[in-house]
């Protein structure tokens, strides 16, 4: 309970809590992935609600995914790993050489981001979702965005 004392009369407010930092209640790094994923493919599948227009708007909703489906762990995490698994994939054994892991997740990105998708959102989604995994994966600049990301789902969710 907050109290605001002025000098003509107390009035009493009541404060709303936030237990243990949950801004979002009691909303876990699970739940927030569930969420995150329904309306990634609600807006893939063209909702009327959430749209996935362009080619950035995938690559965004892609990235944040991916993102928040590694920090939830668990069965969301083994998603996101195996689809990180699939870019790695995409971009080894090429006859150029190994980019890497960092090598992969810019790769992936900037082919998500660069290429001109037309109407087909899914794939530049997929690719960025790939892309933030490996990118968390492989440290230094290119898992900076992770990063934020993760801790400010983190910070929302009280993890």
Same mark, same amino acid.
């Given at each position: 309970?907050? @109290? +605001?004392?002025?000098? &003509?009369?107390?009035? =009493?407010?009541?404060?709303?809590? $936030?237990?243990?930092?949950? $801004?979002?209640? &009691?909303? @876990? !790094?699970? *739940? ?8 990634? +493919? ?5 909702? %009327?609600?959430?749209?996935?227009? @362009? ?6 909703? %892609?990235?944040?995914?991916?993102? !928040?489906?590694?920090?939830?762990? /668990? ?8 689809? %990180?698994?699939? #870019?790695?994939?995409? =971009?080894?054994? =090429?006859?150029? /050489?190994?980019?890497?892991? #960092? ?22 989604? !997929?690719?960025?979702?790939? /892309?933030?995994?490996?990118? /968390?994966?492989? *440290? #230094? !600049? ?6 934020? +990301?993760? @801790? +400010?789902?983190?910070?929302?969710? %009280? #993890?």
């Amino acid at each position: 309970m907050l @109290t +605001i004392a002025s000098p &003509a009369s107390s009035t =009493t407010a009541l404060a709303a809590e $936030i237990n243990g930092m949950q $801004i979002l209640g &009691a909303v @876990t !790094l699970s *739940g927030l992935a569930l969420w995150c994923g329904i309306s990634f +493919i609600a807006g893939l599948r063209g909702s %009327g609600k959430i749209k996935i227009n @362009t080619s950035d708007q995938a690559v965004v909703w %892609g990235f944040i995914t991916g993102t !928040l489906w590694v920090a939830a762990g /668990g069965t969301w995490a083994d998603f996101a790993n195996g689809a %990180g698994d699939i #870019g790695q994939g995409l =971009t080894r054994d =090429t006859g150029f /050489g190994d980019p890497g892991i #960092g090598g992969s997740a810019i790769a992936l990105l900037l082919t998500a981001w660069a290429w001109p998708w037309k109407k087909r959102m899914l794939w530049p989604a !997929l690719l960025s979702l790939m /892309g933030a995994v490996l990118a /968390g994966q492989s *440290g #230094g !600049l290119p898992a900076i965005a992770v990063n934020i +990301i993760r @801790t +400010i789902a983190t910070k929302l969710t %009280g #993890g």
